[in-house]
């Protein structure tokens, strides 16, 4: 059995209540029900783990207090509770003897990806960059300018103008969400407040963008 299915039975048998059949009427039976039940979560919880479930990691970050300068508040709120809900690294100000110093830059744009028939626009593409780099307390650089591409397709039709208007908003706000989780994951390459030549993390371009259907 693999390991998804091996937990997936377990959860089910304990949902459904095969471990667990309540009686209204006899209390000898619901104290037996009980201790039958913490028995059947005790043994779930180990059958878990022994089909490879465990909790999410945590990362170990090299440092241990970080600032952030630029950066939207939604971002830096979103970047916060990433950084400090999966390691052991605080979130501070500049002021405030940081290990290293992360700055953000961002961007955002849109342009047409097709047209229909009439030449009338059928699709945008929506594009946000974030740029980011890393330096220690004393300028060491740990991560060199590096940027995060990402894009998306929206449908367009001029009678849901309003409509397609908050569905840029959305597809924008996952982006830039979807940009502070990768980012939170490329902060580990840093090993080091002071890296060797060989520990140097390098610096990421974006990746290609969509490219333009005919038309």
Known sequence: MSRGSCAVKI??????????????????TKRTIGRRSILSLACGALL???????????????????????????????LQRVVEG?????????????????????GSGMKTLSLNAQGVVQEYELDYNLGYSMTGADGTVLIPP????????????????????????????????????????????????HPTPSEAAPGIVPRAPLPVPPL
């Open 11 to 28: 959860l089910e048998d304990v949902v459904s209540g095969k471990a667990v059949s309540p009686s209204s009427t006899d209390t000898k």
């Open 48 to 78: 878990l783990s022994a089909c490879g479930f465990q909790l999410r990691g945590q990362q170990d970050y090299a440092f241990k207090r970080l600032a952030i300068t630029g950066g939207t508040p939604e971002m830096l709120g979103r």
């Open 86 to 106: 999966g390691s052991d690294t605080v979130i501070v100000k500049a002021s405030e003897k940081p290990d290293a110093i992360l700055l953000l830059t961002g």
């Open 146 to 193: 590096s940027t995060i591409s990402l894009n998306r397709a929206l449908t367009y039709s001029d009678q849901f103008t309003l409509a397609k208007g908050i569905e840029a908003q959305t597809l924008f706000r996952d982006m830039q969400f979807d940009a502070v989780d990768q980012l939170t994951r490329r902060l580990a390459v840093v090993r080091s407040l």
